[in-house]
Antibody, heavy 118, light 107 residues
Framework: QVTLRESGPALVKPTQTLTLTCTFS??????????VSWIRQPPGKALEWLAL???????FYTTSLKTRLAVSKDTSKNQVVLTMTNMDPVDTATYFC??????????WGQGTPVTVSP | DIQMAQSPSSLAASVGGRVTITCRAS??????LNWYQQKPGKAPKLLIY???SLQSGVPSRFTGSGSGTDFTLTISNLQPEDFATYYC?????????FGQGTKLEIK
């Protein structure tokens, strides 16, 4: 059974760095073709793809945020970490992690809400 | 980056009815096109992958078609649980991108 769960702070201040952890089970990120991705959704708005890390430690980022994002993995702990620097109120959103394999996001975490406010 | 444009942004339909949602890519994505359903407060759920393949467990009233730049999601015999927001997403190139969503409401 594949599960993913996001964790991290619910509230961050402007200019701070956000660190989110995705803890997963039911698959291994060392298996060829396996990837974990981050997607966010501001309140009432559309999904926005942020980043992806694959089994071979290749990393991909959305163009508009690539200077602020970093993704890493700890295969032994079944975790993927997303950091986003210089947080702004417009970054207020629910952040999802999802498994990506065979060109699709087939399993998603429940999402973790993050508010950016002084 | 490949831009994904969905239409309409919202629509209303009746239980038992049929609706079609369109997704257009700014350049070809071949058939690397997926559809997701999202209900309020929930994570998206994969419905269709590869433009036309039904994800396991998804009812056959959901149908996807298209290739290149133009795609459609059709839902037949609408059920109360189908009223939700639908997103297309391309997996042809990085960065991956989603459409802006189509909200399906009960008439």
């Amino acid at each position: 059974q594949v599960t993913l769960r996001e964790s991290g702070p619910a509230l961050v201040k402007p200019t701070q760095t956000l660190t989110l952890t995705c803890t997963f089970s039911g698959f291994s990120l060392s298996t060829s073709g396996m990837c974990v991705s981050w997607i966010r959704q501001p309140p009432g708005k559309a999904l926005e793809w942020l980043a992806l890390i694959d089994w071979d430690d290749d990393k991909f980022y959305t163009t508009s945020l690539k200077t602020r994002l970093a993704v890493s993995k700890d295969t032994s702990k079944n975790q993927v970490v997303l950091t986003m620097t210089n947080m702004d109120p417009v970054d207020t959103a629910t952040y999802f992690c999802a498994r990506y394999q065979s060109s699709m996001f087939d399993y998603w975490g429940q999402g973790t809400p993050v508010t950016v406010s002084p | 980056d490949i831009q994904m444009a969905q239409s309409p942004s919202s629509l209303a339909a009746s239980v038992g009815g049929r609706v079609t949602i369109t997704c257009r890519a700014s350049q070809t994505v071949n058939t690397y096109l997926n559809w997701y359903q999202q209900k309020p407060g929930k994570a998206p759920k994969l419905l269709i992958y590869g433009a036309s393949s039904l994800q396991s467990g998804v009812p056959s009233r959901f149908t996807g078609s298209g290739s290149g730049t133009d795609f459609t999601l059709t839902i037949s015999n609408l059920q109360p649980e189908d009223f939700a927001t639908y997103y297309c997403q391309q997996s042809y190139s990085y960065p991956r991108t989603f459409g802006q969503g189509t909200k399906l409401e009960i008439k």
